[in-house]
């Protein structure tokens, strides 16, 4: 069972950058499609990025050409690089690691760090 910790998020006024980082651990990182999902307060948990195990990244329309998610299999860990922030982006974030072994689906997820855009 693989194990998540977040790390990187904080404070940034609008239109400022933060790169939020998730190590892994106890499991075998690369058998993983990785993500990251956001939950603002009084709304549900939604799909920020994701990356499959052979690279291809999937991008909420909000987040698109702001946000970039990577991965280095070398040093377990996936990263989420956000850019031109908005006051909108603020939520906790979170790291998925999900497998893939059919028919059953795994998923595990982090404690979440909280990111606030606001002047």
């Known amino acids: 069972q693989v194990q998540l910790v977040e790390s990187g998020g904080g404070w940034v006024q609008p239109g400022g950058s933060l790169r939020l980082s998730c190590a892994a651990s106890g499991g075998f990182f690369s058998f993983y499609a990785m993500g990251w999902y956001r939950q603002a307060p009084g709304k549900q948990r939604e799909l920020v990025a994701t990356?499959?195990?052979?690279?291809?990244?999937n991008y909420a329309d909000s987040v698109q050409g702001r946000f970039t998610i990577s991965r280095d299999n070398a040093k377990n860990t996936v990263y989420l690089q956000m850019n031109s922030l908005k006051p909108e982006d603020t939520a906790v974030y979170y790291c998925?690691?999900?497998?893939?072994?059919?028919?059953?689906?795994?998923?595990?997820w982090g404690q979440g760090t909280q990111v606030t855009v606001s002047s």
């Open positions: 998925n690691a999900r497998r893939t072994t059919l028919p059953s689906t795994s998923d595990y």
């Open positions: 990356m499959t195990r052979g690279g291809s990244t």
